[in-house]
């Protein structure tokens, strides 16, 4: 049984769109986080929007994002849209039409995290089918003012347990949460 | 003079109350199911009655309170300015003390300061009066009680088009199981 586990970074209003604002809050410490979270998971799960600029962006960067960036060219990704096609590239396949089936027996198999990133879309779809094992709200100190939201409105009220907070030496707070009622 | 502070309970996905107004366990950290505070909320609790001199909110906001009598023992013994355009006939119940103010957010900031003294003003909800504080530029601090639940709807604190990009600087992280106190500076640029 794997995790599904959704780790954003989000303003304090909630954005998640196009998150430049992040930039000015790097610090050692939220690498190592972002690091650790990589090594734990051996899969993405990304929203089209998401994959697409992730499929354009990381195989540029790959000499100088490292180890991290191996893993993010490498770890098979599986992509949910309703419009792309395959073959796709950047190790990616297609979810078919019921996310909740595919994304359920993908949870079923052997292997380490499935982690989404960005993908708002998505995440929403996964919250309302109750998909979600972990979130990891990264919030940044912003109130950005404009920009698509990480959560929609129009889903049912979900009860959560915060297990673990963390601060970073810059900006940053990770906030991780997990269903109420439900084991880490 | 004090400092004005945004001081609201949201939820993770940004709503300060459901599609019907309901609470949703947003405020079970000030108000416990169980009936005993945790020490760790009540030291915030304590640390903003301590600091409040005045409370500022909007009709919305006072009309709910009243409803439930919120006012009536409430830890706030100070002046509360109502912002609105029609003044209740009768004042809640209970011995607050409320200004209903009728000309504008920056003249109920202004006498809300002038009340608090070298106290805080609390700007304590809902939406409009929270955003319309941001605009004035008047708002030093950002408070947010972080309650672990995703609403799915209903009125959110922060409003797009409302306010423009705010930088803020994290001054603190507070966990306990029924919030996350989050405390922010408000960096003004000019």
């Keep these: 049984m794997r995790k599904i586990v959704v780790s954003e970074f989000v303003s304090l209003d909630g954005v998640m769109e196009d998150p430049g604002w992040t930039f000015q809050f790097e610090s050692e410490d939220r690498d190592q986080f972002k690091f650790d979270e990589l090594a734990a998971a051996d899969a993405l799960l990304l929203g089209r929007t998401t994959y697409e600029g992730f499929a354009a962006a990381w195989p540029q960067m790959a000499e100088q994002t490292g180890e991290y960036g191996a893993w993010m060219n490498g770890y098979p990704k599986y992509v949910a849209s309703t419009t792309l096609e395959e073959p796709l590239e950047w190790n990616a396949s297609l979810l078919g039409d019921d996310i909740a089936e595919e994304i359920s027996s993908l949870k079923q198999q052997d292997g380490k995290d499935i982690l989404v990133f960005g993908s708002a879309d998505l995440v929403n779809t996964l919250v309302e089918h109750d998909l979600v094992d972990e979130y990891r709200l990264m919030i940044f100190p912003v109130i950005v003012g404009n920009g698509k939201r990480l959560f929609a409105d129009g889903i049912d009220t979900k009860n959560l347990e915060l297990v673990d907070m963390k601060t970073f030496d810059v900006g940053a707070v990770v906030l991780t949460y997990k269903p109420a009622g439900t084991e880490a | ?190």
Excluded: C
């Design chain 2, 1 to 190: 003079m004090g400092k004005v502070i945004l001081d609201m309970a949201v939820s993770l996905d940004g709503f300060i109350a459901g599609p019907n107004e309901e609470d949703t366990g947003l405020h079970d950290w000030f108000f416990p199911p169980s009936g005993s505070v945790g020490a760790v909320d009540a030291r915030i609790v304590e640390e903003s009655v301590d600091t409040t001199g005045a409370i500022l909110m909007g009709r919305r906001a006072y009309d709910l309170g009243d409803r439930v009598d919120g006012f009536v023992d409430t830890p706030y013994k100070v002046d509360h300015f109502v912002l609105t355009h029609n003044p209740p006939e009768r004042a809640a119940r209970g011995e607050t003390a409320f200004a209903f103010v009728t000309d504008g957010i920056e003249s109920a900031l202004e006498q809300a300061r002038t009340a608090a003294g070298e106290r805080n003003v609390a700007v304590g909800g809902g939406a409009s009066v929270a955003q319309q504080a941001l605009g004035t530029g008047f708002v030093d601090e950002v408070q947010v009680h972080l309650a672990p639940v995703l609403l799915g709807g209903g009125i959110r604190l922060f409003e797009h088009s409302r306010s423009g990009k705010i930088k803020l600087e994290r001054t603190r992280v507070v966990e306990s199981p029924f919030a996350t106190h989050l405390r922010f500076r408000i960096i003004k640029e000019d």
